[in-house]
């Protein structure tokens, strides 16, 4: 169950890292597309989120 959850974790860390990158990427048009920007980065911080909160649980059991 460890190692499941910590897998999980690992994963969601990978996948907010590449919303960052696709961020950066796209950071020149962040004056034509704010809201997309904006809701790209709540997006990252809420997976950081969920993946530090699984993390913690697996180191919890």
């Known amino acids: 169950m460890k190692v ?3 897998r999980i974790g690992n994963i969601l860390f ?13 950071a ?5 597309n704010h ?3 904006v809701n790209i980065c ?4 809420g997976i950081n989120l969920i ?3 699984i993390k ?3 180191l919890k059991k």
Do not use: E, H, R
Not at 42 to 45: E, K, R, S
């Open 4 to 6: 499941l959850l910590n």
């Open 14 to 26: 990978f996948i907010s890292t590449i919303f960052t990158i696709i961020t950066v990427l796209t």
């Open 28 to 32: 020149k048009d962040i004056i034509l």
């Open 35 to 37: 809201n997309y920007t």
């Open 42 to 45: 709540l997006l990252t911080i």
């Open 51 to 53: 993946a530090v909160i």
């Open 56 to 58: 913690s649980l697996a």
